[in-house]
C-alpha cells in the first residue's frame, strides 16, 4: 500500500514538472533596442537579435542605428512608437558597409538587413533602411534580403541603394523550403531595383505576394526573374529608368497596379504571367512589351495612355490572340503592333491617331 501510494505521488510530480520546464517555451519573449521603453535594453539591434533566450520580438525605439544586421531565428523585427516619432532607420554602419552575403548569382552582396535560411517566418515592420548610396565596388548593394525564409515585410521603407554592381532596395530569393514572402505597404524610393524576386530551380521556389506598395524612381521598380510564382497587385510605381514591372521565367498575375512613366511599362519574356486591369501612363516606348514567343496567360482590361512608340506589342504566335484582348489605348499614336491576323474585336482606342493596329516588323 506504501509503495502504491508512493506511485500514486510520483506520477503528479513529475508531470508538474515537466509542464513548468515547457511552460516559457508558449510565451513570446520582447527585448528594446534603445531607452522609449521599460523592459530588456540594448543598444543595437544585432546585439538584441543575439541575447539570450533567443527573443521572439524585437522592438526598436525611434533612431538611427549604423549596422549591418543578421538575422538567424525566427523573429519579428519591429519599429515602434514614441512620441510623436515611429522612425526606425538603418544606416551604413562607420566605414561604410562590407560584403556579408552572396546573391544567387554567385556575386557578393553588401546587405544591411540579412535573412537567411531561417526555418520559420521572420516579419519586419515600420522599419527604414537608408542605403545613403553605399558603393562597395565589386559588390552589390541590398538593403533587406530574403533567402530560403518565409515571411512579412510590412510599412517598410528602402531608399538610396544602389552601387556600381548593383543595388537592390529588396532581395527575395527562393530555396528548398519554398518559403512564401509577403511584402506589402512598403516603400522603395530611390532604389536601382526597387524589389528583386528570384530562385534557382527549373520550377518555382518561392511564393512571392507584392501589394499596396509605392516604387518611386527607381530603374527597374519591380523584377521577378526564373524560379518564382508572384502575385503583383495594387502597387503604385513611378518610374526614373528603364521599366516599371520587368518579369521572366516565372508566372503569376499582375492586377491593378498604376505604372507611370519609364521607357516600358512592363516587361514580359519567357513567363506566364496574366496581365489584367493595369493603368500604364507616359510609357516613352511600350506600354506592354510582351517579348514571348507563346501567350500563355490572358492580358485583358489594361488602360494605356500618352504611351511614345506602341501600346502593346506582341509578335508572337497568332495562334495565341486569343489571350489579348479588351485593352483600353487613349491619346497615342499605335494601339497594337501584332502579327497579321489579330483582331481587334473587344479594345478600345480614343485619339489613337494613326492605327489601331499594325503589322509586327
Not at 156 to 180: H, M, R
Not at 191 to 209: H, K, P, R, Y
Request: hydrophobic share 40%.
Amino acid at each position: 500500500m506504501l509503495r502504491t501510494g508512493y506511485k500514486f505521488m510520483f506520477v503528479p510530480l513529475f508531470s508538474a514538472t515537466l509542464f513548468v520546464l515547457a511552460a516559457p517555451e508558449l510565451h513570446a519573449t520582447t527585448v528594446i533596442v534603445g531607452t522609449c521603453k521599460v523592459g530588456t535594453r540594448f543598444s543595437k539591434i544585432q546585439d538584441a537579435l543575439n541575447s539570450t533566450p533567443k527573443p521572439t520580438i524585437v522592438e526598436v525605439c525611434p533612431g538611427t542605428y549604423p549596422e549591418q544586421v543578421t538575422i538567424s531565428g525566427t523573429v519579428t523585427l519591429e519599429g515602434i512608437v514614441s512620441g510623436n516619432s515611429s522612425v526606425a532607420t538603418l544606416v551604413p554602419p562607420p566605414g561604410g558597409l562590407v560584403t556579408n552575403a552572396t546573391l544567387l548569382n554567385g556575386d557578393p552582396a553588401a546587405v544591411q538587413i540579412l535573412v537567411e535560411d531561417v526555418s520559420n517566418p521572420v516579419n519586419l515592420t515600420n522599419l527604414v533602411v537608408n542605403g545613403s548610396d553605399a558603393d562597395v565596388g565589386s559588390a552589390a548593394v541590398v538593403g533587406i534580403l530574403y533567402r530560403n525564409t518565409a515571411g512579412t515585410i510590412n510599412h517598410v521603407v528602402t531608399f538610396n541603394v544602389s552601387g556600381g554592381a548593383g543595388g537592390y532596395g529588396i532581395y527575395l530569393g527562393g530555396g528548398t523550403q519554398n518559403p512564401k514572402v509577403t511584402v506589402e505597404n512598403s516603400t522603395f524610393d530611390h532604389d536601382e531595383t526597387g524589389l528583386w524576386v528570384q530562385s534557382n530551380s527549373t520550377s518555382s521556389a518561392l511564393t512571392a505576394i507584392i501589394e499596396n506598395n509605392l516604387a518611386s524612381s527607381c530603374a527597374t521598380c519591380i523584377e521577378v526573374a526564373s524560379g518564382a510564382t508572384a502575385t503583383i497587385s495594387n502597387n503604385t510605381i513611378n518610374v526614373n529608368g528603364v521599366i516599371g514591372i520587368a518579369l521572366a521565367g516565372s508566372t503569376g498575375t499582375v492586377t491593378g497596379n498604376t505604372i507611370v512613366g519609364g521607357q516600358d511599362g512592363i516587361e514580359e519574356g519567357d513567363a506566364g504571367f496574366t496581365i489584367k486591369s493595369n493603368k500604364i501612363y507616359g510609357a516613352s516606348q511600350f506600354g506592354i512589351n510582351l517579348d514571348i514567343a507563346v501567350l500563355t496567360a490572358d492580358v485583358t482590361g489594361n488602360t494605356l495612355s500618352r504611351i511614345g512608340t506602341i501600346g502593346i506589342a506582341f509578335c508572337g504566335s497568332s495562334g495565341t490572340f486569343n489571350k489579348l484582348h479588351s485593352n483600353t489605348f487613349e491619346d497615342m499614336n499605335i494601339g497594337y503592333s501584332v502579327p497579321f491576323g489579330f483582331i481587334t474585336t473587344g479594345s478600345t482606342f480614343i485619339g489613337v491617331t494613326t492605327d489601331a493596329m499594325i503589322p509586327c516588323g
